[in-house]
C-alpha cells in the first residue's frame, strides 16, 4: 500500500549503573542505516506474512531510530495482522504525531478501528484520506469505505465507493471485486460476473489477492 524513504534524528540518553544522566549523544548516519536495514529485513518477513518476526526486525529498527513514521507504521500493520489492535492502534498514533502528513497511516487507522467496532471512527479516517489530495493511492480508502457501507448494506453507496476506486486506479483488482460484490447483492448477477471476471483478469489471476481486504 507506500513510499519508505524517510527517516527521523533520533536522540539517544545514556544512563549510568546508578541512574545518574549523561551526555545526550546524537544519533549516527550508521545508526540511522543500520535501523533501515533492519526495517527492511522487517519489511520482507512482513511480505512473507511472518508477522512475528516482522514485528521483531520492527521492534529492533525503532529501538535505532524510533523516530521513524514509516517504522511506526509497518509495525502498526503487523500488529493488526496478529490480532493485537490496540497495540497497531498505539503504534499508527505515534506514526501520526511523528509525521502528520503521512497520510497513509489515516487509511490503516480506519482498518484498525473497523477491527475494533469503531465504525464511526473508521468512517472519519477513510474520510480524511479521500479529502487529502496529496494522498497518492485514494483509490485504497474507497476500496475499505465501500466494505463498510457493504457490511451496513448500503448497496448503493457500496457501489459508489467501489466505482470510484476504479476510476481512481483503474488496475486496482478489489475495486472491480467490490462492484462485482455490490451488484451480487443488488441481484445484478450479469454485472456482477463482468467485474469478476475484470478483477480475476487485473489480479493475474491471483485468486488469494482478492479475498484480502
Known amino acids: 500500500m507506500s513510499n519508505w524513504q524517510c527517516r527521523g534524528a533520533l536522540v539517544v540518553i545514556a544512563t549510568c ?5 549523561a551526555p ?14 533492519v526495517f527492511n529485513r522487517g519489511k520482507r518477513f512482513h511480505q512473507e506474512k511472518r ?3 516482522a514485528i521483531r526486525e520492527y521492534g529492533a529498527a525503532l529501538k535505532l531510530d524510533d523516530l521513524n513514521a514509516f517504522i511506526h507504521n509497518s509495525l502498526g500493520l503487523a500488529l493488526a495482522a496478529v490480532g493485537d489492535f490496540k497495540g497497531a492502534l498505539k503504534s499508527l498514533e505515534r506514526a501520526y504525531e511523528i509525521n502528520p502528513d503521512l497520510t497513509d497511516v489515516f487509511n490503516n487507522l480506519g482498518m484498525v478501528y ?23 493511492t485514494p483509490e485504497k480508502a474507497l476500496f475499505n469505505l465501500g466494505n463498510l457501507y457493504l ?13 470510484r476506486a476504479a476510476d481512481q486506479n483503474p488496475k486496482f483488482a478489489l475495486a472491480f471485486r467490490g462492484i462485482g460484490n455490490a451488484y451480487r447483492l443488488m441481484g445484478n448477477l450479469k454485472q456482477a460476473e463482468e467485474n469478476f471476471e475484470k478483477a480475476i483478469l487485473l489480479s493475474g489471476n491471483d485468486l488469494q489477492c482478492l479475498f484480502y481486504i
Open 151 to 163: 457490511e451496513e448494506r448500503n448497496f448503493e453507496l457500496a457501489l459508489m465507493h467501489f466505482t
Open 17 to 21: 549503573l546508578f541512574s545518574l544522566p
Open 51 to 53: 508477522y512475528e518476526e
Open 114 to 136: 473497523n477491527e475494533m467496532g469503531e465504525r464511526d471512527k473508521a468512517f472519519d479516517a477513510f474520510t480524511r484520506v479521500i479529502r487529502n489530495a496529496s494522498y497518492s
Open 24 to 37: 545526550a549523544l546524537t544519533q549516527t548516519d550508521a545508526e540511522i542505516e543500520e535501523a533501515l536495514r
